[in-house]
């Protein structure tokens, strides 16, 4: 039986910022349009809490059932290491994803803008069928994809439009920088997987591209949020203080571009998340203002 401390890990908190970010960004665009409300804000970011632990729960469920992970080198996986019961991290993956679906559904309400039932649906769907079903998408390298699309432009937009009615050519700008940074975190992820995920069968973007070309991938993903900050500051200038989030990239952009293989990329996932994290919070104060 998984002790306390391992489902806190199997829930993978390293991650958290990709849900953290897109709401913290959304809530900046949306208090610029005149549109805040804690109560939708603080169920924005729930919603976002609950779907990724599900994901992660789901993930370690899915993959460790197809034997994915009997040669990990990443963070404790509970199935993969024998930790915990695979029904049980089944029960725990499906009651996070029923409770972003409560929660999704009490935002809709609130918001009445119940078409949002279909966006919230694709969501659930997507963090499931990511590495579930008989053929998940993840194993078809277009796990990137789906977390530019669902933690970065419908996590941000999503924030927004539930508050103000409307989305802006700044969250939209947010939006594709928070989802350019959960794609590197990913990238970094894959980038260390690739020995073990070909050997398992496991075809993800990175075993696609390689080991060259997913390390330049990941050097461009993190250049994007910068580049688009020098655009959106022509308009709003207090972006420019997102900069200061750069160096946070050194260490992680040392290790991928540097060659770092297996262990050496673990603390490349926590720092780009630290980065993408520092980076929406910035830029919400500065649109805020």
Same mark, same amino acid.
């Given at each position: 039986m998984a002790t306390v401390s391992e489902w806190i890990e199997g829930a993978r908190p390293r991650t958290l910022p990709n849900a953290i970010a897109p709401v913290v960004a959304g809530v900046g665009a949306a208090i610029a349009l005149d549109g805040f409300s804690w109560l939708r804000s603080l169920l924005a970011?729930?919603?976002?809490?609950?779907?990724?632990?599900?994901? %992660?729960?789901? %993930?370690?469920?899915?993959?460790?059932?197809?034997? &994915?992970?009997?040669?990990?080198?990443?963070?404790?996986?509970? @199935?993969?290491?024998?930790?915990? %019961?695979?029904? #049980? $991290?089944?029960?725990?993956?499906? =009651?996070?994803?029923?409770? #972003?679906?409560?929660?999704?559904? &009490?935002?809709?309400?609130?918001?009445?803008?119940?078409?949002?039932?279909?966006?919230? #649906?694709?969501?659930?769907?997507?963090?499931?069928?990511? =590495?579930?079903?008989?053929?998940?998408? /993840?194993?078809?390298?277009?796990?990137?994809?789906?977390?530019?699309?669902?933690?970065?432009?419908?996590? $941000?937009? /999503? &924030?927004?439009?539930?508050?103000?009615?409307?989305?802006?050519?700044?969250?939209? /700008?947010?939006?594709?920088? $928070?989802?350019?940074?959960?794609?590197? $975190?990913? @990238?970094?992820?894959n980038l260390r997987d690739i020995p073990t995920d070909i050997e398992s069968g496991k075809h993800t973007l990175a075993t696609r591209m390689g080991d060259g070309g997913t390390r330049k991938l990941y050097l461009t993903l993190v250049t994007v949020p910068y580049a688009l900050t020098v655009l959106m500051g022509i308009w709003h200038p207090l972006l420019f203080i997102t900069f200061v989030t750069a160096p946070l990239l050194l260490k992680p952009i040392k290790a991928v571009g540097g060659g770092g293989k297996g262990r050496e990329l673990i603390p490349a996932l926590r720092d780009t998340g630290m980065a993408m994290l520092a980076w929406a919070v910035l830029s919400a104060v500065a649109l805020a203002l």
């Open positions: 970011l729930l919603v976002a809490l609950s779907l990724i632990i599900g994901v %992660n729960f789901a %993930n370690d469920y899915s993959d460790g059932i197809r034997g &994915t992970d009997e040669h990990r080198v990443g963070p404790l996986r509970l @199935v993969g290491s024998g930790a915990a %019961n695979p029904k #049980a $991290v089944l029960r725990a993956a499906l =009651t996070s994803l029923g409770l #972003a679906g409560v929660l999704g559904l &009490t935002l809709v309400a609130l918001s009445g803008y119940w078409w949002l039932l279909a966006m919230g #649906a694709l969501c659930i769907l997507g963090a499931w069928f990511y =590495t579930g079903g008989k053929k998940p998408y /993840g194993y078809y390298g277009l796990g990137e994809i789906a977390v530019f699309v669902f933690f970065g432009l419908a996590g $941000v937009l /999503g &924030t927004v439009y539930v508050q103000a009615g409307r989305v802006s050519g700044d969250a939209l /700008g947010c939006a594709v920088a $928070v989802g350019s940074f959960s794609m590197a $975190v990913l @990238v970094a992820n």
